[in-house]
């Protein structure tokens, strides 16, 4: 165990050695084309999770034009180039307009930042990062481009720049797991919670019994099936969000979990949850399913978690399950389950406008045909509903009915 743990900790040495012997020549560059009066220029790969391919009509009437073949009829295209491990193209950095040049400048004080971080071993959050220099940086979010850019630049991931995200997630039940010190036994005490583990990379010594993994997108489905004691009746292990535990703790809800995990994040997925959900799929081999609402936002957060988000691309290859299965909401579900008419809703003009941009995105039909199927049935009908509108039926019905026959009767995608 400690020869383990000294191995670790060299390779995270050895990383950051790597890293700042990377800044260090990237900034004796840049002196030396200032020093010459060249001005800088910073080629940045641009990667992206998918690629929206046209339908079939822009295809006749630019077929000179396009880089895509067609694929199968109907409105997909498949693209024949798309791979979100390999960059699409190159972005300039240079100073040669006041908004490049505000980047750059952004972008090497965030280096510098970060370079500090890796000599004295210590973390920041983004947002920490940002109020260091406020009136320079004016935004989060040219933060945040800076630190994808110099991940892209110095290809490497977000943590190996010790740049952490704060992580919503919690666990509890049947696993136990270690981060570097700290010990987390959710085995030996079923109902005490712990948070998912911001530092993902130093989760080691994993332990669990559960039978599966469940996806949860809302947490008012969480308390609901919380309440039911879900976890005593299916015996599950539960990872839900830190924003959550206040609630339930008021409501003095006790979870005894026995045998399966459970994953509730609040809408989109943080970082570490979705590192923390790919370690424990890769490290315990467990089917992984999701629950979402039938609505263009739930089917966008499900792709997420198997295919990544376009924000992050550049690092998908450490973030995407792509084992996860879609257990629910489905457009079919309305009629398959009874939803009563005064639960669903029509699609917003917004609504239509995001489901059919999903629908041109390369991996679905590449990959999961079936959710395609799905999502087109969705803008066929115009119509959606949230996860709770099946408990019109009984209030337990989710948990009673639900989700235990999607699961035996294998009535996932």
């Known amino acids: 165990m400690e020869g383990k743990r000294r191995r670790l900790q060299m390779?995270?040495?050895?990383?950051?050695v790597i890293l700042l012997t990377k800044i260090k020549e990237f900034t004796r560059v840049l002196l030396t084309d200032l020093t010459n009066g060249r001005s800088p220029l910073i080629l940045i790969d641009r990667?992206?999770?998918?690629?929206?391919?046209?339908?079939?009509?822009?295809?006749?009437?630019?077929?000179?034009?396009?880089?895509?073949?067609?694929?199968?009829?109907?409105?997909?295209?498949?693209?024949?180039?798309?791979?979100?491990?390999?960059?699409?193209?190159?972005?300039?950095?240079?100073?040669?307009?006041?908004?490049?040049?505000?980047?750059?400048?952004?972008?090497?004080r965030v280096m510098l930042i970060v370079q500090k971080l890796l000599q004295e071993n210590k973390h920041s959050s983004k947002r920490?990062?940002?109020?260091?220099?406020?009136?320079?940086?004016?935004?989060?979010?040219?933060?945040?481009q800076a630190i994808n850019d110099i991940c892209i630049f110095m290809q490497c991931s977000r943590h190996n720049l010790n740049v952490v995200s704060a992580g919503n997630g919690l666990t509890m039940g049947w696993i136990r797991f270690s981060e570097g010190e700290r010990k987390f036994d959710c085995i030996s005490s079923p109902n005490s919670v712990h948070p998912v583990p911001v530092h993902v990379e130093e989760v080691k010594d994993i332990i669990s019994v559960a039978q599966y993994i469940l996806?949860?997108?809302?947490?008012?489905?969480?308390?609901?099936?919380?309440?039911?004691?879900?976890?005593?009746?299916?015996?599950?292990?539960?990872?839900?969000?830190?924003?959550?535990?206040?609630t339930l703790?008021?409501?003095?809800?006790?979870?005894l979990c026995l045998n399966f995990i459970f994953i509730q994040g609040r809408g989109y997925p943080d970082i570490p949850t979705r590192r923390f959900l790919r370690l424990?799929?890769?490290?315990?081999?467990?089917?992984?399913?999701?629950?979402?609402?039938?609505?263009?936002?739930?089917?966008?957060?499900?792709?997420?978690?198997?295919?990544?988000?376009?924000?992050?691309?550049?690092?998908?290859?450490?973030?995407?399950?792509?084992?996860?299965r879609w257990l629910g909401a489905f457009p079919s579900d309305s009629e398959r389950y009874f939803v009563p008419k005064q639960c669903i809703l029509p699609l917003t003009a917004e609504d239509k406008r995001k489901v059919e941009a999903m629908l041109l995105r390369c991996y679905l039909q590449?990959?999961?045909p079936q959710w395609r199927l799905e999502l087109k049935l969705m803008l066929q009908k115009g119509v959606k509903f949230e996860i709770e509108a099946l408990s019109a039926h009984a209030l337990s019905y989710l948990s009673d009915s639900y989700i235990p026959s999607k699961i035996e009767r294998k009535l996932i995608m």
């Open 11 to 16: 390779e995270s040495q050895a990383e950051s």
């Open 47 to 108: 990667f992206r999770s998918y690629c929206a391919v046209p339908n079939a009509n822009w295809f006749r009437s630019n077929s000179n034009q396009s880089p895509f073949h067609l694929f199968v009829s109907d409105i997909f295209l498949q693209c024949s180039f798309c791979a979100s491990d390999l960059p699409y193209g190159k972005e300039a950095l240079t100073l040669s307009t006041k908004s490049r040049a505000h980047r750059l400048v952004v972008m090497l």
């Open 128 to 144: 920490d990062i940002y109020y260091t220099y406020p009136s320079l940086f004016l935004d989060q979010s040219m933060v945040d």
């Open 215 to 246: 996806v949860v997108e809302k947490e008012s489905v969480f308390q609901r099936l919380a309440n039911d004691q879900f976890c005593n009746a299916n015996h599950c292990i539960v990872i839900t969000v830190s924003n959550l535990l206040k």
């Open 249 to 255: 703790v008021s409501f003095g809800t006790i979870f």
């Open 280 to 324: 424990l799929v890769e490290k315990l081999r467990l089917p992984v399913y999701c629950l979402v609402d039938c609505d263009p936002y739930g089917f966008d957060i499900l792709t997420t978690y198997r295919f990544g988000s376009m924000q992050m691309a550049y690092d998908t290859k450490h973030l995407r399950v792509p084992e996860i």
């Open 366 to 368: 590449r990959e999961v």
